[in-house]
Structures are given as structure tokens and as C-alpha cells.
């Protein structure tokens, strides 16, 4: 029997999986617990007061910049994608990308008005540079085996979000209980705990992600045969046009908000130049896409089109989904009853504890299966992977340790208390962070993840229109819940008690409907895009997350207005229309997308 190119990674499987994956899964739980952690305290640090150590800004400014950041992190990830597929290769963009995180969240915890900026730019470009590769990665493990793709990129999304848990649980708690600068500086210090363990690991991923050359240029030429279609300068001349007015929308937002409008570069253009710049560019782009798509074979034609349509879905899932950070935290933080007293403190402890302790106990078991196979081989990366989960767990301890001092339920002596660093407190009070509801997401994935990869793998496992549609229903449930607990709110109030049930039910909803739709889409890129282009077709991808991600921002600016014209509950009963309207529209177009996919599910 002739041995497949990838069964090398298949020799020692963990969890059914090679380890590789698992090298992967933790380094990018590192980069997701800075990244969610520092973005859940972004639209918090922005709109504190100044006597809280923020920065006293509007909601729509906030959100405009929290919009246009996000937005660039993803737009980004076309630059990473490449420079990895032409230049570099995917492992050195991974560590490039690792290092410029790791110096901007430092930046960030200087807190000064120049840092935080450079912080932010050179988050943006190393996102560019990570993001796209990590994926492309795990591609090229299952290249040969696309049967079990979904489920790979199911558990990797796992990792995904269990790093978002606890960068959003410990990062939240430090910035709004310590001081942002912990906060933004925690987050560094594990991204650069990840960005180690990659390179000390990565021979063994054995050829795949090393710096391009004639002979693996070679093979892929052979391997796919399909017509070629290069840029002319024609195009290359539109595309940047195209680039120029979507930086120049993407960035003059939150600029003209900041400076009051006094910079505003398509201001010659009318009040609505920023509009009128980004449909112009997106008009191109349409034009060209649709001309580049006639000049490739029939069903690479067909399959490029099936992604497009699934990127277009994409662009509306992250534009609702990604309220939380913004419209959801700014609920959570101004409009949500958080004070808990009796009973309703000590279960929140309770549960907190369970939620902080459980998923850290799963994820450290999986790291013991892996250290299992790569420990002897890859001794260094594996004790700083292990030391950086002594850091978390002694974190998390300290964490609750706080919570049941603050609550009265525990009693420390001044010397403890001053060893911990936790102040002195005379009136117990349990009170839930206001970035605590977006650990949520992450809880459920950690929960539902394996669960949805049995279903994928499964004979019932619906095609990917299908999934989307489900999605997208699952986000109006949610969006709904949300708006019903909403429905007393008066126009114009700023603040409000409603019940936190209706935020747990949100991110309940939101997460079954992102395990649905994320990890799939991702897989239906890997599945559907010639091998000479998957990096840089990753990158196209996070271009449609990353017009989602403004389009989140874009609504968040707006929250106030519709807020205090119509009411609160308004402004999610109009996210919750627009998520049944797309759904209906992903299942209708169901045969069409079928046909377009060529038998790939």
C-alpha cells in the first residue's frame, strides 16, 4: 500500500489528530487570549472616564475606531497571506507576526496616547501576518484528507476560543478591577509565551510552511494545472485604487471623529465622501472579480464562486456577531443589573469558580496527551508551554481568591492581603465584570465544540449553505433575546437594570450559531481553492471578516441615535430582521451554491 504524502503527521495521533495540530491549537489559543483580551477592554478603556484611567470618549467615536481596528486586523491578513505564499513561507509570517503582537500589546500598556496608537498599529500588522497562516498550516496537514478537515478545524477553533476565555476572563478582570495596564500587558506576555513554543516546535510540521523555492514551486505547478490568470497592469492599477480608498474609508472614520472633522480627506467629495469613496471601491471590485472569474476554467469558476457567495454571508454574520465587544459590552456595562447579593452571589462564585477551573483542567489534559508525543523531541517548547499554564493557573486563583475575599466569604489577614496585592474592603460586594458576559462565547464553544464536530462527521451533516442558514437563524434567536429583555427601556436612558439572563442567552445563541458558520467557512476555503492560492484566498476571506468587523463598528456608532429616538430594544430588533432576511437568503440559494461546489460538502 502506497504511503500518502501526510501520513507522517498521522503516525502518533492525538485525539485522533496529529500532533502538529495540537502545536498549532496552543499557539493560537496564545494569540486569541491576547488578542480577546485586550479587545474586551478597548471600548471600555476608551469610554471610562479620565478619573477611571480612561479616556472619557463618545460611543460612536469609540466604536468608529474599535470598527476600523478589528477591520485592519483582518484587511491585513491579504498582506500575510502574501508575503507567506511568495516570500517567506507560513512559519517565519507566524513568528513575524508573534513578535510585532507581542511588542504592540507592550506598547499598550505604557497607556499613553502614543503608545496605545503604535500598540494598535502594530497589532494590526501582526494579526496580518499570524492569521491567515496558522490555517493555512493545518491545510496542508489535511491536504489528503478532507474527510476529517471540518473536525480539525472545529477543535483548532476550539483553541481558538479557549484562549479567548481565559484572555477575556483574566485580561477583563485585571483592566477593570487592577488597572488597564495589566490588562494590556498580560496579554503580551502570553503572545510571546505562543510565539516561543512555535519555533521551538516547528520541525514538526517537516516540509510544510518553509520559505518558497524552485522545488516547491515546482510541485505545486505540477500538482495543479489548472489555467493560469495573472494581473495585468490594468488590474494591478485598480486594485490599487481599489486598496487606496478602502485604507483611506477604513482609517478617515475614526480620524474625522477624533479631530472633531478637522482632518477629513474626502471632505472635498461632501458630507458623505466617506460613503461615496468605499461604494466606489467596492464597485470596482465587483467589476473585476466578475471579469477575473470568466478567465479561469469552468469549475475552478464555479468553485471560486461558491466561496464569494459564502463571503458575502460572512460579511453579515460578523457584522451582528461582532457585537459583543461593542453594542453587547456597552448593554452589559451600562444597562445590566451586575451587583449580586445573597444567594445570587455565592452561585455566581460558585459558578465563576466551575467556569474558571473546568475548562483550565480540560485544556491542561490535552496539553499532558500532547507532551505525551512531543515532550522527548521537543523538551524546551514543551517546559515553556507548560510554565506559561503555571502563570494561568496561579492567575486564576488569585482571581477567585479576590472574588470570595471582596463577596466576605473568605477571610485573609492584612500581611495576605498585602502580599496578594488585593485592597482592603469594609462592605462585601459581588459585583460581575461587565467584559465577564463575553467569556460566555468562549465557555460554549470549549463545551459545544466537540459535539459539532461529531456532527460534521456524521452522515447528518448538513452542506455548507445549510450550515450558514442555521447560523444566521441562531444569531436572530439570540439577537431577539437580547432585544425582548430590552423592551422597557425609554428612549434616551443611559442606564438600566435589566436581568444578565438575556446577555446569557445572547452569547448561548450567538456561539452555536458561530460553530455553524466560522470554522466551516474556513474549511470551504481549504476544500474549494487551488493549492497555489489558499494563503492568499485565506486573506481574501478575512477581507470579507474584515468589512463585517466595520460593518460591527459602523452599527455600534449608531447604537446612541437609534437608542434615543426609537429605544434600545429597537436597535437589536433591526439586527435580528437583517439575520432572518440573510438566513432565508443562504437557504433559497441552497441548489444553486450545491451545483457551484462541484460534490465538495
Given amino acids: 500500500m502506497t504511503q500518502i504524502s501526510t501520513d507522517q503527521f498521522f503516525k502518533n495521533p492525538v485525539l485522533g489528530h496529529p500532533p502538529g495540530l495540537f502545536i498549532l491549537f496552543f499557539t493560537e489559543m496564545w494569540e486569541r487570549f491576547s488578542f480577546y483580551g485586550m479587545r474586551s477592554l478597548l471600548i471600555l478603556f476608551l469610554t471610562a472616564s479620565t478619573l477611571d484611567g480612561g479616556w472619557a470618549w463618545t460611543r460612536e467615536t469609540a466604536s468608529s475606531l474599535f470598527g476600523s481596528y478589528v477591520g485592519l486586523v483582518y484587511l491585513s491578513t491579504m498582506m500575510g497571506g502574501y508575503f507567506a505564499d511568495k516570500k517567506i513561507g507560513y512559519r517565519l509570517a507566524v513568528v513575524i507576526g508573534a513578535s510585532l503582537m507581542t511588542l504592540g500589546h507592550a506598547a499598550m500598556a505604557v497607556e499613553t496616547e502614543f503608545s496605545i496608537y503604535l500598540g494598535l498599529v502594530l497589532l494590526v500588522f501582526g ?8 490555517v493555512s498550516i493545518i491545510s496542508e496537514m489535511y491536504k489528503d484528507r478532507p474527510d476529517k478537515k471540518d473536525g480539525a478545524y472545529t477543535l483548532f477553533y476550539m483553541g481558538v476560543n479557549a484562549g479567548a476565555f481565559f484572555g477575556i476572563l483574566l485580561c477583563g478582570y485585571l483592566g477593570e478591577k487592577v488597572g488597564w495596564s495589566y490588562g494590556f500587558g498580560l496579554a503580551g506576555i502570553f503572545m510571546f509565551f505562543g510565539m516561543l513554543q512555535f519555533w521551538l516546535s516547528q520541525n514538526i510540521f517537516g516540509d510544510i510552511g518553509l520559505k518558497p523555492n524552485a522545488a516547491s514551486k515546482a510541485k505545486i505547478e505540477i500538482a495543479d494545472s489548472d489555467k493560469r490568470n495573472p494581473f495585468t497592469p490594468i488590474q ?79 460579511i453579515f454574520f460578523w457584522a451582528i456577531f461582532e457585537q459583543s465587544p461593542n453594542s453587547l459590552t456597552i448593554f452589559a456595562s451600562d444597562y445590566t443589573n451586575r451587583v449580586l447579593e445573597g444567594n445570587w452571589s455565592i452561585a455566581f462564585l460558585v459558578i465563576n469558580s466551575l467556569m474558571t477551573l473546568l475548562p483550565l483542567a480540560i485544556i491542561t489534559w490535552v496539553l499532558t496527551l500532547l507532551f505525551e508525543q512531543t515532550f522527548k523531541t521537543y523538551t524546551l517548547a514543551s517546559v515553556i508551554l507548560s510554565s506559561s499554564f503555571v502563570i494561568i493557573w496561579t492567575i486564576a486563583f488569585w482571581m477567585l481568591a479576590k472574588d470570595y475575599y471582596t463577596a466576605g466569604y473568605l477571610a485573609l489577614s492584612d500581611g495576605t492581603l498585602t502580599f496578594l496585592k488585593i485592597e482592603k474592603v469594609t462592605e462585601p460586594l459581588t459585583e460581575v465584570p461587565a467584559t465577564w458576559f463575553s467569556t460566555l ?116 456608532e449608531n447604537i446612541d441615535k437609534i437608542a434615543d429616538e426609537h429605544g434600545l430594544s429597537y436597535f437589536f430588533w433591526m439586527l435580528t430582521i437583517i439575520s432572518i432576511v440573510v438566513a432565508l437568503f443562504a437557504i433559497v440559494m441552497g441548489p444553486v451554491v450545491k451545483k457551484l461546489m462541484h460534490g465538495v460538502r
Fill in 127 to 134: 494579526n496580518g501576518f499570524f492569521k491567515p497562516n496558522m
Fill in 236 to 314: 494591478l492599477g485598480l486594485i490599487a485604487i481599489m486598496a487606496t480608498l478602502g485604507l483611506l474609508w477604513i482609517l478617515n472614520a475614526p480620524v474625522s471623529k477624533i479631530s472633531g472633522g478637522k482632518i477629513d480627506v474626502f471632505s472635498f467629495l461632501g458630507e458623505n465622501g466617506n460613503a461615496i469613496a468605499i461604494v466606489t471601491a467596492l464597485i470596482l471590485f465587483i467589476l473585476l472579480l466578475v471579469y477575473r472569474f470568466t478567465q479561469y476554467s469552468q469549475i475552478t469558476r464555479e468553485k471560486l464562486m461558491a466561496v464569494t457567495f459564502f463571503a458575502f454571508l460572512t
Fill in 441 to 556: 462565547n468562549s465557555l460554549f464553544i470549549i463545551s459545544l465544540a466537540p459535539l459539532f464536530s461529531k456532527w460534521w462527521e456524521s452522515k447528518y451533516n448538513p452542506s455548507a449553505n445549510y450550515k450558514y442558514g442555521i447560523g444566521l437563524t441562531l444569531l436572530a434567536i439570540g439577537m431577539a433575546c437580547v432585544a425582548f429583555g430590552a423592551k422597557d427601556i425609554a428612549p434616551g436612558a443611559k442606564t438600566a437594570s435589566v436581568s444578565m439572563i438575556w446577555l446569557i442567552l445572547v452569547y448561548l445563541f450567538h456561539t452555536m450559531a458561530e460553530l455553524c458558520i466560522s470554522p466551516v467557512g474556513l474549511s470551504n476555503v481549504s476544500k474549494l481553492v487551488p493549492a497555489r492560492m489558499i494563503a492568499f484566498m485565506f486573506g481574501v476571506w478575512y477581507l470579507a471578516v474584515a468589512i463585517g468587523m466595520k460593518g460591527a463598528g459602523m452599527f455600534g
